[in-house]
């Protein structure tokens, strides 16, 4: 019961960086390939009547979270107490800038609000690299069950380990790179002409420095936590999640060079699916590794809800599911086809 | 109290009193949207689309500051609260992980559809998006207030060996008698925000003439609405409420009417100042036997007071219980007050050239919005000194693992950042009243 909850949560969480991963790195990226007033408002068009469902998948995997670890849950946001709450302000500069922007039709404030609304997307995704560069490095978790992490310490692994460490960083690094490439995808599927071309040229440039960088980050991993390839070794069928990785990666750089953004975007999600995957792979059953000795992790069988809570919330959980899948489909059907940039210039005069 | 304790509570009263000043407003427009939109599909008549089109404007603006302010209290239990939900998490969790995914999926999913599609949708298709998104906002209120139902009164859990408490019974938890009527009541106060946010603003612009077919519905909409919310407010739930809060937080009661020592025939203390020092009303005006009468329904029955319990289970601020209590009450009776005479002046239709009674709706706006915290900082002020009634003191629950300095840090940071937030959100709503409705289809967002 409480490994189908671990994949439950690893697949929201999953969901959560594949739809919200697109629009925070539309977000990196649309300070570069949008330049005029309506390519601006051509890409916030492609993600307006989407992101707000989006980011509801990192709410309701923190809500799932709560409810069916909530040991985890208690240690974990009270340990990462200050990079959690930077990352709250960062969802609502994010939130002010999308939306508000098309309420001042002004060119100085909807500068200021673009710029806000970049630089909050990009930080967020370093920060959720960064996040889980510290799950995969450990935490310094006390016999209380409880820690608190300072922002940075000294940049090594050693203990007393900080939020930012070389090693953190560089995770942060890979999650930016690869979120671009996928915003970068989406927005080049999703748009038109010169706009569509510029977005998949920062993909195509991006996707061998993802290459380099995944290859880093593996041998990163492997210097700060050996352990973690014990799962691995045991069962060999796990090496398949690497492979896949490495199998999207080609054939995302193959998609891009041939300007195939459509493909491109398909590879990008199994790319960082099989991502998410091969770390979840690794760590489990701990959910929260401790840098202070092995018996101090936090496993998903001494964090866990009761059982019978675990059952009850199995029976709504599949229900919502449904639901929910069946919102996106719909949502997703009825935003479907291109965003035109001449229609958004049409669109000022009547002030979007 | 200690240092980090009083941090980690003002940094959670800030963040959720000041976010649901947005939610009561999307709650309370929510339905009344629903009603434009019927009533445009019904009659054909396109005005009452403009109208739904410009509330809309407003709903998207106040759903995007509700949303962005309420992230952070689904993640401040964790952070700033992480005993409490390490203890009760097996329980609440329930509540709060159902919310994610029954109501901010539809809410979220639909609101684009709601604001973006009026296009691309058949006028139909328009009115269900309509509909989800008030039912999505109207789920999401009972996924908290059953949360915070388990707080004031706990059923459905089982204590475990280690101390933390786990599901006992999901549909104990679920239909919690206070849930349905604290639900009852606290949708009622938000819809009275809505009605009087709508009958406002509708007088405004009679005031001004200026769109003056939008805001005759605007008015006659709000009134109707705020009368008949106004009254059921006290009658059934606040009522209902009241006698929860009686059977099962006595101390909290007798703190909140003011009421020191245990007396048969109590006094119901309508103004007054409470000097908990001497254990006295100063200045009192009382209405004798009235609180008996209330509570008991029998002029002579004894009601506790403060005397028959433990100082160290009193709610610790009871002054400030006292005027929050008194404050929503008293608010709750002007509304009543103000939408009878307009409520009869529409229906003799006098009520359009009034301008005095224009005046007075016009100028009403802010309360319903001090009434529904009030009515809040009530029912948390009231369950002190337990974070669960009964089961877990808040001096336990707070995390012990965040210091003072960490949490000042973020509070100051919460303050500035909602400071922005608010005058953003003043000054684009004043834009949005003074474009007004329009005809121009999707005008605006």
């Known amino acids: ?352 | 109290m200690d240092s980090a304790l009083l941090v980690h509570r003002l940094q959670f009263a800030f963040t959720a009193t000041f976010h649901y000043l947005f939610p009561q407003l999307t709650m309370g427009l929510a339905p009344l949207i629903v009603v434009l939109k019927t009533l445009a599909l019904r009659t054909g008549n396109d005005s009452y689309n403009q109208a739904a089109r410009f509330w809309a404007r407003i709903f998207g603006i106040t759903f995007v500051t509700g949303v962005v302010t309420g992230i952070p209290l689904e993640f401040q239990f964790g952070t700033n609260w992480s005993y409490f939900s390490r203890f009760a998490g097996g329980v609440i969790g329930q509540t709060l992980a159902m919310e994610g995914m029954f109501a901010f999926f539809l809410e979220s999913s639909f609101l684009g559809l709601f604001l973006f599609g009026e296009k691309r949708l058949s006028p139909r298709a328009h009115w269900w998006s309509a509909v989800a998104v008030c039912t999505g906002s109207w789920l999401s209120g009972y996924f908290i207030i059953a949360t915070d139902a388990w707080m004031q009164h706990p059923t459905g859990y089982v204590v475990m060996p280690n101390g933390t408490v786990e599901l006992g019974s999901f549909r104990a938890l679920l239909f919690n008698s206070w849930a349905g009527w604290q639900y009852a009541h606290n949708m009622g106060g938000a819809a009275i925000t809505g009605a009087f946010v709508m009958a406002s603003i509708g007088a405004f612009y009679l005031l001004a003439r200026k769109h003056e077919e939008a805001a005759r519905i605007f008015v006659r909409v709000g009134v109707v609405a705020g009368l008949i919310f106004s009254a059921l407010q006290v009658f059934p739930t606040g009522d209902q409420q009241g006698r929860l809060v009686t059977e099962n937080q006595p101390a909290t009661l007798a703190a909140m009417e003011g009421l020191f020592q245990s007396t048969p025939g109590a006094p119901l203390v309508i103004i007054g100042q409470p000097n908990v020092e001497k254990g006295t009303i100063d200045n009192p005006i009382v209405v004798p036997n009235m609180l008996s009468m209330l509570t008991y329904r029998a002029w002579r029955a004894e009601v506790k007071g403060l005397d028959a319990f433990p100082p160290k289970d009193w709610p610790q601020n009871i002054p400030l219980l006292y005027y929050s209590y008194h404050i929503m009450v008293g608010l709750g009776t002007l509304f009543i007050a103000v939408t009878v005479v307009a409520g009869f002046l529409l229906w003799r239709g006098k009520l359009y050239n009034a301008r005095w009674m224009l005046w007075a709706l016009m100028l009403s706006l802010p309360f319903p919005f001090i009434a529904n915290t009030a009515g809040w900082m009530t029912a948390e002020l009231g369950r002190q000194p337990w974070l669960v009634y009964g089961l877990m003191r808040t001096a336990d629950g707070y995390s012990k693992n965040v210091s003072a300095g960490n949490g000042l840090f973020t509070l100051l940071g919460f303050l500035g950042m909602y400071m922005v937030l608010g005058i953003l959100f003043l000054f684009l709503v004043h834009r949005e009243i003074e474009i007004g409705p329009t005809s121009e289809m999707a005008a605006g967002h």
């Not at chain 1, 002409?193 to 991993?221: C, D, K, N, Y």
């Not at chain 1, 975007?265 to 000795?293: D, E, I, K, Q, R």
């Not at chain 1, 599949?318 to 719909?330: I, K, Q, R, S, T």
Request: aromatic share 14%.
């Open chain 1, 1 to 352: 019961m409480e490994t189908i909850w671990f994949i439950i949560v690893a697949l929201m969480l999953t969901a959560y960086v594949l739809f919200d991963g697109f629009d925070l790195g539309a977000g990196v990226i649309y300070l570069f390939i949008a330049r005029t007033n309506a390519e601006r408002r051509a890409v916030l068009r492609t993600i307006g009547p989407v992101w707000d469902g989006n980011e509801v998948w990192l709410l309701a995997a923190g809500g799932t979270l709560f409810f069916a670890f909530p040991r985890l849950y208690a240690s974990a946001f009270s340990g990462f107490y200050l990079p959690l709450t930077m990352v709250l302000w960062l969802l609502m500069l994010r939130g002010i800038g999308i939306e508000f922007r098309s309420h001042i039709h002004d060119p100085v404030w909807s500068g200021f609000f673009d710029v806000i609304f970049s630089v909050s997307s990009a930080l967020l995704a370093i920060v959720f690299g960064a996040a889980l560069g510290n799950v995969v490095r450990g935490v310094p978790l006390q016999p209380d069950g409880y820690f608190f992490e300072p922002l940075w310490t000294n940049f090594t692994v050693a203990n007393p380990p900080g939020i930012l460490d070389w090693f953190t960083v560089l995770a942060g690094v890979v999650a930016l790179s690869a979120l671009t490439i996928h915003g970068a995808l989406y927005v080049a599927h999703k748009t038109e002409g010169a706009l569509s071309e510029r977005a998949i040229g920062i993909a195509a440039l991006l996707s061998p420095v993802q290459l380099f960088l995944t290859v880093a980050s593996l041998v990163a991993t492997y210097v700060v936590s050996p352990d973690l390839f014990a799962n691995y070794r045991a069962h060999s069928i796990g090496y398949a999640v690497p492979v896949l990785a490495f199998g999207a990666l080609g054939a995302l750089l193959y998609a891009t060079r041939n300007g195939k953004a459509g493909t491109a975007f398909s590879a990008s999600c199994v790319y960082l699916a099989s991502m998410l995957v091969g770390a979840v792979f690794a760590v489990y059953p701990v959910v929260l590794p401790a840098s202070t000795g092995a018996s101090y992790s936090l496993t998903i069988y001494d964090s866990a809800a009761g059982h019978h809570g675990l059952m009850v919330g199995l029976g709504w959980w599949m229900l919502g599911v449904c639901l929910v899948a069946a919102y996106f489909v719909f949502v997703y059907r009825m935003f479907g086809g291109k965003v035109q940039v001449e229609a958004e210039a049409e669109g000022e005069a009547h002030g979007y």
